[in-house]
């Protein structure tokens, strides 16, 4: 069983900053690609921003330049430093990962961190 669980999501001011992080545990041998995505109430689940094994980053265009995605391969932990946030970046924010399995990759997902932006 693998396990993402998900902190540092809160409420903040308009240009103010967070940090999530996602830690992984469980039987597995591998992390492959880790992401985030969010989910605004009435709106669909979407990509904020993926790191691959070997540091690769890949970000929404609505995001680049204020967020950075980041992980530590010791701890199993992938971050998102969110900087600049405005109101349009309220939502759910998941913790996504591409596990390695004896079975085969698997999508495992977290349990979701609430981010609200106030103006």
């Known amino acids: 069983q693998v396990q993402l669980v998900e902190s540092g999501g809160g409420l903040v001011q308009a240009g103010g900053s967070l940090r999530l992080s996602c830690a992984a545990s469980?039987?597995?041998?591998?992390?492959?690609?880790m992401g985030w995505f969010r989910q605004a109430p009435g709106k669909q689940r979407e990509l904020v921003a993926t790191i691959t094994s070997g540091g690769s980053t890949n970000y929404a265009d609505s995001v680049k330049g204020r967020f950075t995605i980041s992980r530590d391969n010791a701890k199993n932990t992938v971050y998102l430093q969110m900087n600049s946030l405005k109101p349009d970046d309220t939502a759910v924010y998941y913790c996504?990962?591409?596990?390695?399995?004896?079975?085969?990759?698997?999508?495992?997902w977290g349990q979701g961190t609430q981010v609200t932006v106030s103006s």
């Open positions: 996504n990962a591409n596990v390695g399995l004896f079975v085969g990759p698997r999508d495992y």
């Open positions: 469980g039987s597995f041998f591998r992390l492959n690609v």
